[in-house]
Antibody, heavy 126, light 109 residues
Framework: EVQLVESGGGLVQPGGSLKLSCAAS????????IHWVRQASGKGLEWIGR??????????TYAASVKGRFTISRDDLKKTAYLQMHSLRAEDTAVYFC?????????????????WGKGTTVNVSS | HSALTQPASVSGSPGQSITISCTGV?????????VSWYQQQPGNAPKFLIY???DRPSGVSNRFSGSKSGNTASLTISGLQPEDEADYYC?????????FGGGTRLTVL
């Protein structure tokens, strides 16, 4: 079964740090772009950032709202991607999803997220 | 880039058709055909419905269709069924970023 499973969420104080994981199974992580998307309670989806594969130099891009505070990384041998979050604020409270976009290959590009995890909850509160 | 604009809610009766719009600007939807749509049931992860404006992945009902005109993309659901009641999100990607719409709550009356 193709799936992504997030973990690492929890309660953290404002200004604190947290590292989320996204474990992949049933799919080739090395051929994938991994995105992180979050959703505050009762709100819409917000794209946070993405990391490309080794062939694309593990390039990362971030939304302005998290740039400089959040870092996305990956370990293809462990089939896991990560979201390191620093200087957390109350407004970072949300469910965090990881998702997969097929990496561009042989001139073919795939502009959609076809596999999503079920999410992990981050609560930033004192 | 700001979030894409969707109506907050739409409704329809079983068997009817509804259309959800998604408005961007000339630098996202207006220039790229990389519009995708996702369905999210309460408490669940988003489910991939439409890609490249109007293509359906295998396993998605042909009752779901997409289109685009200028800076606005649209999702049409025909033959509404009770299980279509959910939140729907559009998304547009550029070379460096992704945008989501604010989401539309579909109520099947």
């Amino acid at each position: 079964e193709v799936q992504l499973v997030e973990s690492g969420g929890g309660l953290v104080q404002p200004g604190g740090s947290l590292k989320l994981s996204c474990a992949a199974s049933g799919l080739t992580l090395s051929g994938s772009v991994i995105h992180w998307v979050r959703q505050a309670s009762g709100k819409g989806l917000e794209w946070i950032g993405r990391i490309r594969n080794k062939a694309n130099s593990y390039a990362t891009t971030y939304a302005a709202s998290v740039k400089g505070r959040f870092t996305i990384s990956r370990d293809d041998l462990k089939k896991t991607a990560y979201l390191q979050m620093h200087s957390l604020r109350a407004e970072d409270t949300a469910v965090y999803f990881c998702s997969r976009q097929r990496e561009e290959i042989l001139g073919n590009s795939y502009h959609y997220m076809d596999v999503w995890g079920k999410g992990t909850t981050v609560n930033v509160s004192s | 880039h700001s979030a894409l604009t969707q109506p907050a809610s739409v409704s329809g009766s079983p068997g009817q058709s509804i259309t959800i719009s998604c408005t961007g600007v000339s630098s996202d939807i207006g220039v790229y055909n990389s519009v995708s749509w996702y369905q999210q049931q309460p408490g669940n992860a988003p489910k991939f419905l439409i890609y490249d404006v109007s293509d359906r992945p295998s396993g998605v009902s042909n009752r779901f269709s997409g289109s685009k005109s200028g800076n606005t993309a649209s999702l049409t659901i025909s033959g509404l069924q009770p299980e279509d009641e959910a939140d729907y999100y559009c998304s547009s990607s550029t070379n460096t970023s992704w945008l989501f719409g604010g989401g539309t709550r579909l109520t099947v009356l």
